[in-house]
């Protein structure tokens, strides 16, 4: 085939697919659009998880008539007109191909009007074509309307996840802009449903409230306001100057030690008030928990960094959520420090001096009564945790050999506990070191498997329901998957204003972990492909949070019969997560060490 340059219909169809990868995406450009024309109320809405319809309203100000058709237009913009603009972006938008982009994909109509005009103008263009345009009633502001999205691309129709995964993207997505703006007054319904509005009243702490509920805000801690005073505006400081030591200003929350999840999405980043994602950002706040929160947890965190717009490039990607630092090192450190000494400072660790968390006398009592093996013991503090990690980190992984996975468990004699944690045992050829937690979820998650096969998973009724309240990006989810969940003994219904109402869970299970639980199963969910609990994973999770936990004292009665019941399992030697539930010291090691041999 000769070299053609190809038919812009074509063109736009691929530039398309760099843009708009799932209806998040086009919610994403359109609510960036209200921002940049100075909205101060938006409201989204959804149909189908936005297959059907995303529909964005502003009442920003509006597009002059003889602009409308070139806003769709390929590389059309208000924003910037100079290659010397690129240099320092302030707006949201800059590429001017967002509704190009969409519009290649789906069937858009417009209605927008400018203030000083006395009526609107309503567009409609279906696969990248203007097939309508007239006059038309309208209040100022914009709507924009995105009807069955990729309908002319099959393929990409394919890549659809299920309604109800695409909508909590959705969700997060707004709910990351109403962090960012707060405000801004945010609107999102979704089939009609109301799931997020912020009040736009400039509060952070209250957009935090309704994103991811009260229980998770009010654990959030203020990062103080870091660096130097801005330089005064009348003597800038030449770009030599900036480059060195370049004002980096770092707010937003940073959650206590005791939030932690098993995923990052809850760790949110900004630049300059633009959701991006960075992998190096993301480390530095992971860093400032390290020793903090347990090892392979990660913290709730959202963060904003403010510097002079010459100092970051936002152009590197289309969708814009990648950006590059000029100093990406002081940057780094900069997030760092403000993390870690908000959450040093307003919620102090004591590591050594912290004994284990006791529970309630009542609760510990009632425990005694119920078998090992549906038994709750207490918490350990997170902050013995993670010196015991950091510990373990020092000494170095012993060299003593795993126990081969073929092998059945030989019969052992349990001679003690160590660190309130392993249980130390004889065999037939040596020593065993057994980790308590691991060994106990191996065992209940065998008889979970077993029960859930028999669809008989026993269940226990709280005395009293607990309401949880869920960040909003997860609310869909839970009605979506609350029969699934039944199928693992919970019975969860939603309450209404983004609580659920837990009315019983798996027998096994502790009740002061389900609300954490639960929020691991529907992260979890979130990310499969069709919003689907996978039952490994799922029994995975319970058995975690049932299991009793390293810093627990054991009887030597209660050493035996967990070690008895493990050699009942079928793969004694690892927990469901794949981590071994024992080390081996074998006599010939033994030997060898002592210089016996
Ligand atoms: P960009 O945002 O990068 O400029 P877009 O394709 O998203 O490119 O939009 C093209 C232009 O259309 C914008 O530059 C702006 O002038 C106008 N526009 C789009 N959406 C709105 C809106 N909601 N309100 C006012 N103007 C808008
Ligand atoms: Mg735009």
Redesign the pocket.
Known sequence: MPIQVLAPQIANKIAAGEVVERPASVVK??I???I??GATDIHIETRQGGRRLIRVG?N????PPA?VGL?FARH????ISSEDDLAHITTL????????SIAAVSQVTML?RVASEAAGIQLRVEGGEIVRQDSHAANPG?L?SVENLFYNTPARLKFMRSESTESSHVIRLVSAYAIAFPELRFRVLDNGRLVLQTPGNGSLYDVLVKVYGLDIAQQLVEIEAQGPPSAPTDTPPSSEVRAASPEVHVTGYAGAPSLHRSKRSYEMLFVNRRWIQDRSISYAIEEAYRTIIPMGRYPVAVVNISLQPSEVDVNVHPTKREVRFRNPRVVFTAVQRAVRRTVLDQAPVAPMSHGPTVVGAAEWSRQQSVPLGRRALPHRSIGQMAMEIQRTAEIGTPDVSRVPMSEQLPMLRVLGQIRQTYIIAEGPDGLYLIDQHAAHERILFEQLQAEQTAMAVSSQTLLEPLTIDLPTQQRGLLEALSEQLAAFGFDIAPFGGGTCLVRAIPATMISAQVAEAISELLDAARESRDANLAVESTLAVIVCHSAIRAGQTLSQDEARQLIRQLENTKAPYTCPHGRPTMIHLSSAQLEKSFGRR
């Open positions: 450009e359109l960036e659009n209200a940049d024309a502003d920003g100000c509006g597009i602009e806003a059309s913009t208000s924003k938008g800059f590429r001017g191909e967002a509704l190009a927008t914009t924009v």
